[in-house]
């Protein structure tokens, strides 16, 4: 049986290409003939470097170029077309990028689902916004609403917020999958992760992007006292947010409190985390948010906004509503951090284990394809 994985930016190296990855290598494991199809030619070094293991050795990558930036407006019909053009060399086609069902597609993942209530209305004329973008996502919407029939397909949905989400706009039913984290985020002895001693060191993961809240960390860190410490890492997708939250830093006089650490390797990130005590997570509404269980998995304290997918597994202790409650938790979680809850964190965020999704993937898949 050959399936195919669609999935265009896995050089970005987010949570979504993880996915991607993880779906793509579990299958090939399982030894099913795989394609994968990509925008770019894949640099296998930065695939392990990025996101922790490469992409198996039986894989075919068909790599297409693309000059239509992602999450263009236009690069929604051009991913239509891709799908449907390369869904005819495969048996089953699993869609892990469009966060869209499309007819032709077998098994779909939803990271979240644009056309929801949030941009439009679920009846005709389902416009709420004049943004550019909802407006020429219009036609899909007649075409999804109207045309497309979810009966006989696979949806996947990364928590159940997601799974919501999906069920209120477009009346389909999703199992939930929460997302992998790498093995290597996990140590064989976790009492290994809380012998040393941690730093007051506060660590936030994210791509350095207009909509992950980045901007709020500098003025979270002047809140707390000089003797905690603040590292941003990241993938810099957008420069001028990076170089803003430097300036804003600099203003603050937060220049040896807050450091940058961007672009650096997944090893790079776990021996910093288990040097650090707290994980701040500053994404408001964050549909699953993998960083955040990749840090409980070594041992820091998770500090995430009260809403969005985390609020399914970050214990309510952990959450914040705003910056002077953001600060006020991580004092906290500094001063009180100890090798018990650090275990207790470690406990939770083993459910995530990318064995187990691994696991749940490929029952669910084998299940379907029989029922097919």
């Given at each position: 049986m050959r399936v195919g994985v669609f999935h265009p930016t896995l050089n970005m190296y987010g949570g979504a290409e993880l996915v991607a990855l993880v779906v793509t290598n579990t299958l090939a494991k399982n030894g099913y003939e795989v394609e994968l199809f990509v925008n770019k030619r894949v640099n296998q070094k930065e695939?392990?470097?990025?996101?922790?293991?490469?992409?198996?050795?039986?894989?075919?990558?068909?790599?297409?170029?693309?000059?239509?930036?992602?999450?263009?407006?236009?690069?929604?019909?051009?991913?239509?077309?891709?799908?449907?053009?390369?869904?005819?060399?495969?048996?089953v086609w699993i869609d892990t990028y469009s966060n869209c069902i499309f007819p032709w597609t077998n098994i779909c993942y939803i990271h979240f689902p644009f056309f929801n209530h949030t941009f439009f209305n679920p009846r005709f004329p389902y416009l709420k916004s004049r943004h550019l973008?909802?407006?020429?996502?219009?036609?899909?919407?007649?075409?999804?609403?109207?045309?497309?029939n979810s009966d006989g397909k696979l949806i996947l949905a990364n928590s159940n917020l997601t799974a919501h989400e999906i069920r209120k706009f477009s009346r389909t039913n999703a199992e939930v999958l929460y997302p992998p984290v790498p093995s290597t985020f996990f140590d064989n002895n976790p009492k290994n992760l809380v012998?040393?001693?941690?730093?007051?060191?506060?660590?936030?993961?994210?791509?350095?992007?207009?909509?992950?809240?980045?901007?709020?960390?500098?003025?979270?860190?002047?809140?707390?006292?000089?003797?905690?410490?603040?590292?941003?890492?990241?993938?810099?997708?957008?420069?001028?947010?990076?170089l803003?939250?430097?300036?804003?830093?600099?203003?603050?006089?937060?220049?040896?409190?807050?450091?940058?650490?961007?672009?650096?390797?997944?090893?790079?990130?776990?021996?910093?985390?288990k040097n650090a005590k707290i994980y701040l997570h500053t994404m408001v509404g964050e549909h699953f948010?993998?960083?955040?269980?990749?840090?409980?998995?070594?041992g820091c304290i998770p500090?995430?906004?009260?809403?969005?997918?985390?609020?399914?597994?970050?214990?309510?202790?952990?959450?914040?509503?705003?910056?002077?409650?953001?600060?006020?938790?991580?004092?906290?979680?500094?001063?009180?951090?100890?090798?018990?809850?650090?275990m207790e964190i470690v406990k939770i965020a083993e459910r995530f284990r990318e064995k187990n999704f691994s696991n749940r993937f490929i029952k669910l898949f084998e299940n379907y394809v029989a029922a097919k």
């Open positions: 695939i392990k470097k990025k996101l922790g293991e490469e992409i198996h050795s039986t894989v075919k990558i068909i790599a297409k170029p693309s000059f239509i930036q992602p999450r263009d407006s236009l690069d929604l019909y051009q991913t239509i077309f891709r799908s449907f053009t390369f869904k005819s060399k495969c048996d973008y909802h407006v020429s996502g219009i036609p899909y919407v007649l075409f999804g609403k109207n045309i497309v012998k040393g001693q941690r730093k007051n060191l506060v660590v936030t993961v994210s791509r350095f992007g207009p909509d992950k809240g980045l901007e709020k960390v500098p003025y979270i860190a002047s809140l707390t006292d000089d003797k905690i410490n603040f590292a941003l890492i990241g993938l810099v997708s957008d420069k001028n947010v990076l803003s939250i430097q300036e804003d830093v600099k203003k603050l006089r937060l220049t040896g409190r807050v450091k940058f650490l961007p672009n650096i390797s997944k090893r790079d990130i776990k021996l910093i985390l948010g993998i960083s955040i269980v990749e840090a409980m998995a070594m500090i995430v906004h009260d809403s969005g997918g985390a609020r399914e597994f970050v214990p309510r202790n952990f959450r914040y509503k705003n910056i002077y409650d953001a600060a006020e938790k991580i004092r906290k979680g500094i001063y009180e951090w100890s090798p018990s809850k650090a």
